[in-house]
């Protein structure tokens, strides 16, 4: 039997840190504002939000070096490459090709995942389809944004931009045949577009006639179109449904209890959905791994960010029962159980 097993992990976020109090040079908020509503203390920016160098796709590339090292490969061992970011270098083409060249791997495919804070679930759910099909054996599996070249730092715009933050995740996902190894036992994806508009960046979009508006008349562009909004409390009352409903399917998929579990690392959209979450199913704080204080929200790379300083710091061992869970922009939501 073909299990797909985590053969190696790694994350990289720039240097730059961005406090609370840093934010609230540039608005009308506070520490204890942020704190208090999200979790968060700090995230990473990169140092000059218009680099052209510290890319999304770079974030990636360094990513998944450090994944490459872990699991003992090199890039020649790679047979296919899934990306999910929702701040890609280029409207289009998509990250997955750029990270191809910059690893410098043969023509093998690049497919890019769309899917926002759900992207990285659903892009490890893809990953294992191929790996459990014998299609591809060693799949690299990224999550990477860059949100600070896109965040209105002004008092409009202080419910959003305070939430997030820059980095990268990267898993090589591998087929084996070891009866020792680890393998994903269930996943789950899910989505109730009829919300789009709750959590969304309008433009560019071809809804909203982005080339023929910013030609004839770019003064009637508004800043609302531009950045990202949310309707933060609707947002927040789906997340706390819809996290344990897709928690609990992957669990019963697979047979397995809230009681056996080792790890949840959920997406780290706001420390208090995860806290919720957390007490709802009666989780000990030991099995629970959040680092959003640190990091804020990274949207698809939060889980592979969290995932990768869990194993690094020793909370996952080898055989580790663990649920990674996600919901966001879409809305959409999901799940993978894997043993470690």
Not at 104 to 132: E, H, P
Request: charged content about 25%; aromatic content about 10%.
């Amino acid at each position: 039997m073909i299990k797909s097993t985590i053969k190696g992990i790694g994350f990289h976020v720039p240097d730059h840190v961005v406090s609370n109090d840093d934010l609230a040079k540039l608005m009308t908020t506070n520490d204890e504002w942020i704190t208090e509503r999200t979790g968060i203390k700090e995230r990473r920016h990169r140092i000059n939000r218009n680099d052209a160098q510290e890319t999304t796709a770079f974030l990636g590339y360094k990513a998944s070096e450090k994944a490459l090292q872990h699991a003992g490969l090199e890039a020649k061992d790679i047979d296919y490459i899934i990306f999910a970011t929702l701040s890609p270098d280029y409207y289009f083409p998509g990250c997955g090709v750029i990270l191809q060249d910059m690893l410098g791997c043969d023509t093998i495919g690049a497919l890019d995942i769309r899917n926002q804070c759900s992207g990285f679930v659903y892009a490890m759910s893809v990953a294992n389809a191929f790996i459990k099909s014998r299609i591809y054996k060693n799949i690299l599996v990224v999550g990477s944004e860059v949100h600070s070249f896109g965040l209105d730092f002004s008092d409009k715009g202080r419910g959003v931009s305070v939430i997030f933050g820059d980095g990268a995740g990267a898993v090589i996902l591998s087929a084996t045949e070891d009866e020792n190894a680890g393998d994903i036992l269930a996943v789950n994806m899910h989505s109730e577009g009829k919300y789009a508009d709750e959590l969304c960046t309008k433009f560019p979009g071809s809804k909203y006639g982005w080339s023929d508006r910013m030609r004839t008349e770019p003064d009637q562009v508004t800043d609302e179109e531009v950045y990202p909004k949310m309707n933060g409390n609707f947002v927040f009352k789906n997340a706390v449904t819809r996290f344990p409903e897709t928690m609990q399917e992957a669990l019963d998929k697979a047979g397995k209890t809230i009681e056996d579990l080792d790890m949840f690392i959920p997406h780290q959209a706001n420390l208090r959905i995860a806290q919720f979450v957390q007490q709802k199913f009666g989780l000990p704080d030991e099995k629970v791994f959040n680092n959003i204080q640190r990091y804020g929200n990274t949207t698809a790379a939060s889980i592979p960010i969290a995932l990768s300083e869990a194993i690094e710091g020793g909370k996952i061992k080898r055989g580790d029962l663990v649920l990674l869970s996600a919901f966001g922009s879409g809305f959409t939501w999901g799940s993978v159980l894997f043993q470690y």
